[in-house]
Every structure is written in C-alpha cells, then in structure tokens.
C-alpha cells in the first residue's frame, strides 16, 4: 500500500513564492519593477541560480582546501625528515672524526667504519644527500666559505678543501657545507 502525497495548499505555495521572490528582490537577485508582481517561474529561476552559484562557490572552497591541506601535509613530512636528519649529523660529524683517527685496534676502525656506512645507507634512505665540495665551483647556497686562498695552481672560486660535510633533502639545505675556497 503505497502513501499518496498530500496535495499541496494553492494558499501555501503562493506564499512560500511571494517570501522568497521578496528575499530574492531583498538580496538583489530578481529584478522586479514595483509595480508589478513578480511571475513565479522568474523567482523558482532566480531561487534556482542562486543556490546553483551558492553550491559552485562551496565546491570551488572545498577544492582549494583540500588542495592547500595536501600541500601543508606534504611540506610538515618534508621538515620532519629534515629535522631528523639534522639531529644525526653531530653523529655523522663524531664518527668521520672517528674514522680519521690512526689506530692499533683493527676491530675498533672496523665497527666504526660499519657505523659510519649504516648511518650513510640511513640517510640514502631519507633522501639525503651528502653536498659535493672538493673541486667544485664555490656555491652560497650550498656552501660556507670559512678560509680564502690565492692559488694559480687552482680555478676561480674553486673549492680546494672540505671542513664539514653539508646536507641537502630534497633541494633543501640542512646544512651548507664548510670549505676553503681558492682565488
């Protein structure tokens, strides 16, 4: 058994028309001389495209939110591993200390040296890599002049000599790299 609507009310609807032509007339929707009534079809249309422009505007903000969400998520991973990363590098910095010391104990060098190339094999895995110095063009967004020489035997603007290894993720410098630059 199937439920009949009830027949709208003729009294109703002609009421529910005149409140909304009269807020769309109010809004500056519907354009409607004084003297007139407004015709029904012309409000139902106005009424029509104003919740249509209503809904496409609320699409249209969704859209850029969703989008502007995606690319802060993206930005907060990408400082978060470079944070990370930056936190290792006095490790990296003790252990290449380390490696460069002269000793008598093979065992000792060996594990430093297994530290050393897991902590590398780590930061592949980030992302990071280490910034190319020696023998490169001398670079302020990547590198830290600390020591200036005049030297034939070298280019211009030639790094000759690193001091700190430098850090990039991404494009992004965590840590420029110390050098010496020549001419």
């Known amino acids: 058994m199937s439920k009949k609507r009830p027949e709208p009310d003729p009294a109703e609807v002609k009421r529910e028309i005149e409140e909304q032509s009269a807020e769309l007339v109010e809004d500056g929707v519907l354009d409607v001389p004084d003297s007139t009534e407004p015709d029904p079809v012309a409000v139902l249309e106005a009424a029509f495209q104003a919740e249509r422009d209503r809904a496409l505007r609320l699409a249209a903000e ?50 430093v040296e297994m530290t050393m190339a897991q902590l590398k094999e780590v930061f592949q895995k980030l992302g990071v890599e280490e910034i190319k110095a020696v023998g490169e063009r001398f670079d302020p967004e990547r590198h830290n002049a600390v020591y200036h020489i005049e030297d034939e035997a070298y280019g211009e603007s030639e790094v000759v000599e690193q001091f700190m ?7 992004k410098v965590i840590r420029h790299s110390m050098v010496k630059v020549a001419n």
């Open 165 to 171: 290894a430098g850090f990039i993720l991404g494009g």
């Open 62 to 111: 969704y859209d850029n939110y969703r989008k502007r969400s995606q690319k802060e998520r993206e930005a907060l991973y990408v400082d978060v591993k470079t944070n990370v990363a930056a936190a290792f590098l006095p490790v990296y910095d003790n252990l290449e200390r380390a490696l460069k010391q002269e000793t008598e104990d093979e065992a000792y060098a060996k594990g």
